[in-house]
């Protein structure tokens, strides 16, 4: 594998790796901890109506799901704070709506979108160094957030009454979360696509949650792993000669399937 380093196209997909496995680790823990899981699979599969807004305004389609997934995360937020509706109907709203709006989009576009396929399923091994730029901006974002507001997020995610009884703002800090795990999806499209995005933001936080409690060193070793998961994906991937997106994926859930045998034995 080590001559597959003199590639640049190779150097870039490591380096994207590297970057979607920090946001992972970070975001997924709390994705995790709080039970998330559900709202951020709505939120991946609604970032495909930003992309078919991006190529049909004529913008990156990465520009376009950027925006298009923030304001569905906050939108749901908001519903779920102030119309008190069912977090699962919302899901499942958003859910199909983002994807349908994606194809629509797509369809009234003129001409043809050429790789629309590596935005449903991900390939690392294409992402362009522009991309890997704008992955870079997003972790810079994310790592600063949480940093500056880590003990409010902790709280939070452990027990959102308490937080209330400490008069800290639930509300807004719900809709916080909401927005990073939005930059998050964004930045997993490229690497595993939308549909295998939840997979990839979740397992390295779950398989760390096994051995620890404590949110910093969750998040570490969730990052460790999901750094792991991506390198031994792709090796695998260029040993075999198989898609790098799925094979990462399937990399995560047999790791994930000996953790939890390994804690069934402890």
Known sequence: MLEVLGYEFFRNALI?????????????????????VAISG?????????????????IDPLVGATGFTVATALGMGALQLRARQQMDTIIGAVWAAGMALGILFVYLTPGFAPDLFSYLFGNILLVPRGDILVMAVLVAVIVSVVALFYRELQ???????????????????????????ALTVVMLIRVVGIILVIALLTLPAAISRLYTTRIWSMMLGAVVLGVIFTVAGMWLSYLLDVPSGATIILVSAFAYAGALGIERLR
């Open 16 to 36: 994207a790796g590297t970057l979607a496995s920090v946001a992972c680790g970070i975001i997924g823990t709390y994705v995790v901890v709080r039970q998330m």
């Open 42 to 58: 709505g939120i991946s599969h609604a970032a495909f109506g930003g992309i078919g807004l991006g190529y049909f305004l004529g």
């Open 155 to 181: 709280a939070v995610t452990f027990d959102p009454d308490y937080a209330r009884v400490m008069n800290l703002p639930v509300g807004r800090l719900s809709l916080l979360l909401l927005v990073l795990i």
